[in-house]
T-cell receptor
Framework: GESVGLHLPTLSVQEGDNSIINCAYS??????FIWYKQESGKGPQFIID?????DKRQGQRVTVLLNKTVKHLSLQIAATQPGDSAVYFC????????FGTGTRLQVFP | EPEVTQTPSHQVTQMGQEVILRCVPI?????FYWYRQILGQKVEFLVS????????KSEIFDDQFSVERPDGSNFTLKIRSTKLEDSAMYFC???????????????FGAGSRLTVL
């Protein structure tokens, strides 16, 4: 399956707060799950990936959690900054990248 | 940092005209892709390309579309006879590897905006 979905279309957070963006997936056979962000007027940009045999991976200010039992991914952004404002997509690692509609993260001062 | 470059950044064309969008993928990448994004909508897969042939294409990628790697650096998307509904942002992407050896991370270009009048 190619279905990826986001629980919320828009998330508004105050600068400095932590953000949590959720995603559901359908293809349990995916070896990796990947998060991309798309800033206004730009192409999608890789953020972080996680292998399917892991349940957590940390990057710089970002953490991805994978719950295979309920087929759920989340992206946590610590100390959210105005520059984090973008649309965030999760994606299953297949030969072609299939995007869902994404979650728009809005950061206000 | 290596990047995918796309030209033109914006093209305006009349309905029925042919359009060629150009992309220079990252030099050591072997897999190439085109995606499109209609204003306000999600990014949609069009086609993937490897070893000088199409690997996979979506139902959007009909006979009006074609891709080519005319030399060692360029990767082009041609729309033979543009329609109003082809107006969109077109993104080129490339990756170093396909599935089976780590996540297939795509690097996207900034996009080419196509406006069909």
């Amino acid at each position: 399956g190619e279905s990826v979905g986001l629980h919320l279309p828009t998330l508004s957070v105050q600068e400095g707060d932590n953000s949590i963006i959720n995603c559901a997936y359908s293809n349990s056979a995916s070896d990796y799950f990947i998060w991309y962000k798309q800033e206004s007027g730009k192409g999608p940009q890789f953020i972080i990936d996680i292998r399917s045999n892991m349940d957590k991976r940390q990057g710089q200010r970002v953490t991805v959690l994978l719950n295979k039992t309920v087929k759920h991914l989340s992206l946590q952004i610590a100390a959210t900054q105005p520059g984090d404002s973008a649309v965030y997509f999760c994606a299953e690692d297949t030969d072609k990248l299939i995007f869902g509609t994404g979650t728009r993260l809005q950061v206000f001062p | 940092e290596p990047e995918v470059t796309q030209t033109p950044s914006h093209q305006v064309t009349q309905m029925g005209q042919e359009v060629i969008l150009r992309c220079v993928p990252i030099s050591n990448h072997l897999y190439f892709y085109w995606y499109r994004q209609i204003l306000g909508q999600k990014v949609e897969f069009l086609v993937s390309f490897y070893n000088n042939e199409i690997s996979e294409k979506s139902e959007i990628f009909d006979d009006q579309f074609s891709v080519e790697r005319p030399d060692g650096s360029n990767f082009t998307l041609k729309i033979r006879s543009t329609k109003l509904e082809d107006s969109a942002m077109y993104f080129c992407a490339s990756s170093a590897r396909g599935r089976g050896s780590g996540a297939n991370v795509l690097t996207f270009g900034a996009g080419s905006r196509l406006t069909v009048l």
